[in-house]
């Protein structure tokens, strides 16, 4: 038997299923090369648009936070575990919305290593605050464990005003860096 005698020509619907499925494929294709023409935002504007994202995301954990910092500069133990109670998930709510807050990439490198680390210097101090008022909730359900207690509590309050001030200065540093003014981060707060 010779190969011809096993060719059959196609059928009608065979066509129309080889031609649909290679227009399927075209489409598919076209789709997946055209992308919609968004125009990239500037340094300046991409930096801008992070600021004020960020700012907004800080507020509340420093509002939830303020009360409770408070009382325990002033002494008020009581009263501070009262806060500690009730913000603790806030508290948490609030650092997570503010640490899954994109960095955006910027074509000035420079600009671009200040903004990542005034991200990450701002994240980690929000985390100690959220962990200062964990461990202040600890503290008040376990007093025997005051001292270790008592030296975590210290030791994160004292990161927490360096990062927030190293955090500030980087972002503060990569907003100059893509010609960001002084009146255009004063009036994101």
């Known amino acids: ?97 503010f640490s899954i807050t994109e960095v955006p990439t910027l074509s000035n490198k420079e600009a671009q290593k200040s903004l990542d680390r005034g991200k990450d210097d701002l994240e980690l101090c929000y985390y100690n605050k959220m962990k200062i008022v964990e461990k202040y909730l600890e503290l008040i359900k376990n007093p025997s464990a005051s001292l270790d207690a008592g030296s975590d509590i210290l030791n994160s309050s004292e990161r927490v005003q360096s990062l927030m001030t190293s955090g500030l200065i980087s972002l503060i540093i990569a907003g100059q860096s893509v010609g960001v003014t002084e009146a255009e981060m004063k009036a994101t707060k």
């Open 1 to 97: 038997m010779a190969a011809s005698e096993f060719k059959k020509p196609l059928g009608k619907k065979e066509v129309i299923g080889f031609i649909g499925v290679g227009l399927f494929v075209i489409i598919i294709m076209a789709m997946w090369h055209s992308k919609p023409d968004i125009p990239k935002l500037s340094d300046h504007d991409a930096f801008l648009n992070f600021y004020r994202t960020i700012m907004a995301r800080c507020a509340p954990v420093d509002n939830t936070y303020r009360p409770f910092a408070d009382a325990m500069g002033k002494g008020n133990w009581m009263e501070a575990a009262q806060i500690a109670k009730r913000i603790k998930d806030p508290i948490h709510d609030a650092w997570y919305n």
